[in-house]
C-alpha cells in the first residue's frame, strides 16, 4: 500500500475502514432507527471503499476535502456509539430527534463524499473535435 502510515502505523485507508467498521457496529446495536441507522452505514461503507480506491490507485496520502469527510465521519460514529447506549426508552423518546440527527449527517456525509470525487474527477473536456461537431450537426438535420 503506498499511502503513508501515521504515528500509530496506520494509513488513512486504514483509519477510513475502522471508522466505517465503528458505525456498522453501531448501527447494528440500534433498537430505534434502525433503519436508518443501516442505510447510513451501507452510504459509509460505499463512500470509504470509493475514497481508498481513488487513494491507493493514485498513491496519495490524502485528497483535497479529505478532512471534512474524516470530520463527519468521526462526528457520525460518535453520534451512533451515543445514540446506541442509551436505554431503549430513552431511544423511542428522542426517536424523531435522532432519526433527523442522523439524516442531516447521511445529508453531510454525502456532500463532503461529493467534494471529494469532484477533486479527483479528472476535467471534462466540453469542446468537441470538429468531426464531432459535424457528427452532431448530421444529427441535427
Not at 488513512?12 to 446495536?29: E, M, N, T, Y
Not at 475514497?51 to 460518535?78: H, K, Y
Not at 430527534?97 to 454525502?110: H, M, N, T, V, Y
Amino acid at each position: 500500500m503506498s499511502s503513508s502510515r501515521s504515528a500509530s502505523g496506520q494509513t488513512i485507508v486504514d483509519v477510513l475502514f475502522g471508522a466505517a467498521l465503528s458505525i456498522r457496529q453501531s448501527a447494528d446495536k440500534m433498537r430505534v432507527n434502525t433503519d436508518l441507522a443501516l442505510s447510513l452505514s451501507r452510504d459509509v461503507d460505499k463512500f470509504v471503499t470509493a475514497i481508498s480506491t481513488e487513494l491507493e490507485a493514485g498513491g496519495m496520502q490524502s485528497l483535497p476535502g479529505l478532512d471534512a469527510f474524516q470530520s463527519v465521519l468521526s462526528e457520525t460514529r460518535r453520534t451512533l456509539e451515543s445514540f446506541h447506549s442509551r436505554t431503549y426508552v430513552t431511544q423511542v423518546m428522542y426517536k424523531t430527534r435522532d432519526g433527523e440527527k442522523i439524516q442531516s449527517l447521511a445529508g453531510r456525509l454525502r456532500g463532503t463524499f461529493d467534494a471529494v470525487m469532484v477533486s479527483v474527477q479528472p476535467a471534462v473536456s466540453v469542446s468537441l473535435t470538429v468531426d464531432d461537431q459535424l457528427h452532431c450537426q448530421g444529427r441535427a438535420l
